[in-house]
């Protein structure tokens, strides 16, 4: 036993090294602040308003929640102190983890392992900066009165999202992201989610408000908000929510461990991952209770899927007195949350250029960019990205996830992964903490893995 402990330590010292100091975040509210604003996305504002009302109402509300806080006080908090606790990306993570494990050449397999996370991580980030070209356009749009004026927006987004349809668009969406990366974590990430997460909250309450006031609008709080308790024995139910509520906390062994990485060791990472899955949520049943209320208001199909945003609800502002100024909020605040988690996921691949082949920050951001703007570009078609979207985040995402839990919670000796969560607390954990993390929340990213698979996606 004494020779265990020994052994302990010297593991967790190696996987602690750090030679050299890094950019942090200023304090723990700009931290909570950038993973929430990673964390909300287009999953809150179309796809969690739409399972909601498919699967049951108020009851689909149930496993989701339930898996919200599962994966909260395992996942989130697992991958902010894994970061924090190796000061890197999950290249350095995974390396420094399996070194102090013992494993030979373990650092140079652990980085290589490391690097699927990082392409996953890049990978969404190409398909969303396309994504953000096209909210760029229809911002534009909106200010200009043109967007009131399309008489077909079918065919108005057809156009937009076709083969090279958005080069420009796509290309100001990148510069306005890397351009604040320029500035780095403090400087940069963490000053513009103060400013674009309250933003986003604040926009969508207004449109709340608005939407309140719309005739039929009691038809979409029904669909959203009635249970239909049947929909409970329907294991559809329990595996959408699941998905859900993995990818929109971003468990992906990315982004969250970067983040983490850059955070001081005096953060209560609990406490931090309650309020992320907290704020999450909250944008979550907000843009349900303003998207869907809304398009039941002028009778328009709610399972449209993506053209909701730029085909069904643009639709609903043009019939929506004073439609234009609304609809111009609308595209600030999804702009905003979708910048947010760009700027997330492309730090993950400028992060790793930085450590593992000590480039300067200025370097690593102009080569993603590069990267991200030469690949991008062959994908702008609204089909091509959907594909694109659709394979990264089945086949790489939740492995990278996995991967990341396997590494913390397995590989990692000892008990570092207690000391690393409980470090800052100020309550030590419970006996919970390891039947949790190490086989509930191992085995159920296991399970989002498979059933993606099996399901072509529940993301």
């Known amino acids: 036993m004494k020779g265990n402990r020994k052994g302990d330590v010297k593991g967790s010292t190696k996987v602690n090294e750090q030679k050299k100091p890094r950019d942090q975040f200023r304090s723990s509210l700009g931290f909570i602040v950038a993973c929430v604003g990673s964390a909300v996305g287009m999953g809150n504002i179309w796809m969690f308003p739409y399972r909601t009302g498919k699967f049951g109402g108020a009851a689909f509300l149930i496993p989701y929640f339930i898996f919200v806080v599962l994966l909260g006080f395992s996942g989130v908090l697992g991958e902010m102190a894994f970061g924090r606790g190796t000061k890197s990306g999950p290249t350095g993570a995974f390396g420094k983890a399996m070194e102090a494990r013992g494993i030979p050449n373990g650092k140079k397999i652990g980085t290589a392992i490391g690097m699927i996370p990082v392409l996953g991580s890049l990978g969404i980030a190409i398909g969303y900066s396309v994504v953000v070209g096209w909210f760029l356009k229809?911002?534009?749009?909106?200010?200009?009165?043109?967007?009131?004026?399309?008489?077909?927006?079918?065919s108005y987004f057809g156009v937009l999202g076709s083969r090279f349809g958005s080069i420009g668009w796509h290309m100001l969406g990148l510069g306005l992201t890397f351009v604040i990366m320029l500035f780095g974590v403090s400087k940069g990430i963490e000053?513009?989610?103060?400013?674009?997460?309250?933003?986003?909250?604040?926009f969508f309450l207004i449109l709340m408000v608005r939407v309140l006031t719309l005739e039929h609008a009691s038809d979409g709080y029904r669909y959203l908000?009635?249970?239909?308790?049947?929909?409970?024995?329907?294991?559809?139910?329990w595996v959408y929510a699941l998905g859900q509520a993995f990818f929109s906390l971003s468990l992906a062994g990315s982004g969250t461990l970067v983040y983490g990485s850059y955070l001081q060791d005096d953060v209560d990472v609990v406490k931090c991952a309650k309020n992320v899955a907290f704020f999450d949520t909250c944008a979550a049943l907000l843009a349900g209770m303003v998207v869907i209320p809304a398009v039941f208001a002028f009778g328009l199909d709610v399972a449209a899927g993506p053209p909701l945003m730029f085909i069904t609800l643009p639709i609903v502002f043009q019939q929506m007195?004073?439609?234009?100024?609304?609809?111009?909020?609308?595209?600030?605040?999804?702009?905003?949350?979708?910048?947010?988690?760009?700027?997330?996921?492309?730090?993950?691949?400028?992060?790793?250029?930085?450590?593992?082949?000590?480039?300067?920050?200025?370097?690593a951001v102009c080569v993603i960019a590069f990267v991200a703007a030469a690949v991008g570009i062959f994908i702008?078609?609204?089909?091509?990205?959907?594909?694109?979207?659709?394979?990264?985040?089945?086949?790489?995402?939740?492995?990278?996830?996995?991967?990341a839990a396997v590494m913390f919670f397995w590989v990692c000796p000892g008990n570092f992964a207690r000391e690393q969560v409980q470090r800052g607390c100020r309550k030590p954990?419970?006996?919970?903490?390891?039947?949790?993390?190490?086989?509930?929340?191992?085995?159920?990213?296991?399970?989002v893995y498979v059933l993606g698979i099996l399901f072509g996606g529940i993301g």
């Open 138 to 154: 229809y911002l534009f749009s909106a200010l200009t009165g043109t967007l009131m004026q399309v008489q077909d927006m079918g």
């Open 191 to 202: 000053k513009m989610n103060k400013v674009m997460m309250p933003v986003f909250f604040c």
């Open 225 to 237: 908000f009635i249970p239909r308790w049947e929909t409970l024995k329907d294991v559809k139910t």
């Open 321 to 363: 007195p004073f439609g234009s100024l609304f609809a111009v909020i609308f595209f600030v605040a999804v702009l905003f949350a979708a910048i947010t988690s760009l700027m997330n996921l492309f730090e993950t691949p400028i992060e790793s250029l930085q450590e593992q082949l000590k480039l300067s920050r200025g370097a």
């Open 380 to 403: 702008e078609s609204a089909d091509a990205v959907g594909v694109w979207m659709d394979i990264v985040s089945i086949y790489v995402i939740p492995l990278g996830a996995l991967l």
């Open 429 to 447: 954990l419970g006996s919970w903490f390891e039947p949790v993390t190490k086989y509930l929340f191992v085995g159920l990213t296991l399970v």
